[in-house]
């Protein structure tokens, strides 16, 4: 049996130190995870359910270039810690959640602000404001041998050496095994799937042209700049 045109080619990640890489399977996404994150967006807190959203896998963007997308006025940055899952499974129990992690990375949850707006104000799903192409620039991945697990420690953000965002993984609503042990209740998770695992506060527009910087302990920074194409 033969394909009627070639398939594309395996979205991958690069693997810090290695020559290998990490195939991505699918990118799944944490809203509303960092209390000031939800109240600038004009929300209140709340642990009653984990927001979940994904994107396609082939969004993920590793050479440090990102085009401006098209159909909005309002690209907005979001920094966040990526969770790569090297273990599969479901029903994970949030004390064996971590078990699962490969290793974890930088990356940035784009996001088509006036769309996602938009679609919200008439209960429409989010994907036209997050689910687009090289939507998840990211970093590479550090495997959890080398750089440990975050239940503590800062990440910082800079838009042309200006910082907008600074806040430490201890302020998460939901840490990171609570993440993935409530997304295997929802999805059978499988090795090569990535956890953007939310943002803090001070999100905002870039244009092309913009550079950003995003950094987290113990882990290689992320830099992007947005391209006119």
Same mark, same amino acid.
């Given at each position: 049996m033969t394909y009627i045109f070639p398939g594309r080619s395996q979205p991958a990640v690069a693997i810090s130190g290695l020559d290998t890489l990490f195939p991505v399977n699918r990118i799944y996404c944490v809203g509303k995870n960092y209390a000031a994150h939800i109240r600038e967006m004009g929300s209140e807190a709340s642990r009653d359910a984990v927001c979940f959203f994904m994107k396609p896998s082939d969004a993920v963007v @590793?050479?440090?270039?990102? $085009? #401006? $997308? $098209?159909? @909005?006025?309002?690209?907005? #940055? =979001?920094? =966040?810690?990526? !969770?790569? !899952?090297?273990?599969?499974?479901?029903?994970i129990a949030a004390n064996d959640a971590l078990l699962h992690v490969y290793g974890y990375a930088a990356g940035l949850d784009m996001t088509r602000r006036d769309l996602q707006l938009a679609a919200a104000t008439v209960g429409h799903p989010w994907d036209t404001g997050k689910a687009f192409d090289c939507s998840a620039p990211i970093s590479p991945i550090v495997p959890v041998a080398e750089c440990g697990h975050f239940a503590n420690g800062s990440i910082k953000l800079w838009v042309n050496g200006q910082l907008r965002q600074d806040a430490d993984f201890g302020d998460l609503i939901w840490k990171n095994n609570e993440v993935i042990s409530e997304l295997s209740k929802l999805y059978t998770l499988q090795a090569g799937d990535l956890i953007f695992t939310g943002t803090p506060a001070g999100v905002g527009p870039v244009v092309a042209g913009d550079r950003i910087e995003l950094r987290i302990d113990r882990l290689p920074k992320l830099e992007v700049m947005i391209t006119a194409s």
């Open positions: @590793t050479d440090g270039r990102m $085009p #401006y $997308p $098209p159909g @909005t006025g309002k690209l907005h #940055y =979001e920094g =966040e810690l990526v !969770i790569a !899952i090297g273990k599969g499974g479901a029903n």
